[in-house]
């Protein structure tokens, strides 16, 4: 089942660029960051996929993962195809650090 990501322009937490209120670049730098280690397996990619689904427009979440979270990104890409670039902050061998930014 494939979902569309809310509207921003609706939403409360409507916003652009990183958060850092003056340069709109988009990057995240004070992106939230959502400790997927902490939660439960069975519903971890349901929680991904929530707080992916709350992202505006041009804004960003990093999560941290016990390893390269490679299956969960596909099940992003699938359920919102070419919507959120992918960048890794930081590639293991014991934490990955990836920062997902909404494009549209």
């Keep these: 089942m494939t ?4 509207d921003p322009t609706t939403s409360p937490t409507a916003s652009s660029g990183c958060g850092c209120g003056t340069c709109g670049c988009g990057a995240a730098s004070e992106a ?7 939660i439960p397996r069975e519903v971890r990619h349901a929680a991904v996929i929530g707080a992916v689904g709350a992202v505006p427009v041009d804004g960003s979440i990093v999560l941290l993962a016990p390893h390269d979270p490679l299956p969960l990104l ?7 195809p070419g919507v959120l670039t992918v960048a890794y902050d930081e590639s293991g061998p014991e934490t990955w650090a990836v920062r997902l ?3 549209r």
Excluded at 3 to 6: A, V
Excluded at 33 to 38: G, K
Excluded at 75 to 80: A, K
């Design 32 to 38: 939230p960051v959502l400790d997927v280690r902490t």
């Design 74 to 80: 596909r099940e992003l890409d699938t359920l919102w």
């Design 101 to 103: 930014l909404r494009t």
């Design 3 to 6: 979902e569309d990501l809310p």
